[in-house]
């Protein structure tokens, strides 16, 4: 029953995370005055001046939020995005990563639960206790070395990903020591990508984080001021 639970569990985080929205930034072009696109020496396109500004992106040519990076594989800006996956095949940023980090916490757990009961099994029997002999052991040794080694690189997978959701911090802003979003303590962090509602934070069901236009660094601070692109 409990490897079922794991199992059910593992699975409708996979599917949840692999085809849900991770948090696609709209697609609104940027609209230049003539005025200033006139100002410009050479009426240079005024993105190319815009490189180095991190709320605006020259490959959507569009502005993004603060904590929003360009997904080169999905062609699109997705809101606090923390890598490609390539197994779920989908960007995991901000309305997708808790069911990533269930998936992996999930599928960690069942492998180690696999490992234990399967070890406990095989110290408690013999070779009679299977008719196949020498060849099905060789199947169940090969069973707890695999998920065994999968199990302990997968806890320190999660244990990673745990830090970065204490922090509220994500993977690509690790790198930069200079993203600092943490808020007043690890349960604020955690409930910030988690959701409010602690007792949903192990259940593959969407967070209730905050909308466009709702708490900082979301697509709605594109006209209250933080994430503002200006002109000057």
Same mark, same amino acid.
């Given at each position: 029953a409990v490897f079922n639970l794991l199992l059910l569990l *593992? &699975? /409708?985080?996979y599917i949840r995370c692999s085809f849900s929205d991770p948090g696609y930034v709209p697609r609104r072009l940027f609209q230049s005055s003539a005025a200033t696109v006139g100002a410009i020496p050479g009426n240079i396109p005024l993105v190319q001046r815009r490189e180095a500004d991190k709320t605006f992106c020259t490959k959507c040519q569009a502005d993004k939020p603060e904590r929003a990076h360009h997904c080169r594989l999905c062609g699109r800006c997705v809101e606090r995005m923390d890598h490609h996956c390539p197994w779920v095949n989908n960007c995991v940023g901000r309305d997708n990563y808790k069911f990533f980090v269930l998936f992996l916490l999930y599928t960690c757990l069942t492998a180690l639960y696999n490992t234990v009961t399967v070890a406990v099994w095989a110290m408690r029997s013999d070779s009679r206790?299977?008719?196949?002999?020498p060849m099905a052991w060789a /199947?169940?040794?090969i069973n707890l070395f &695999? &998920?065994?080694v999968f199990g302990v690189v *997968? /806890?320190?997978f999660c244990g990673f990903h745990l830090q970065l959701i204490s922090k509220n911090q994500t993977t690509i802003e690790s790198l930069d020591r200079r993203s600092q979003y943490a808020l007043s303590s690890a349960a604020d962090n955690a409930r910030a990508v988690l959701g409010h509602n602690a007792w949903y934070w192990l259940v593959p069901i969407k967070p209730g984080l905050p909308t466009d236009g709702e708490g900082p660094g979301g697509a709605g601070d594109l006209e209250g001021g933080r994430g503002q692109r200006c002109d000057g």
């Open positions: *593992l &699975t /409708v985080s206790d299977i008719a196949e002999g /199947v169940v040794w &695999t &998920t065994g *997968l /806890v320190f």
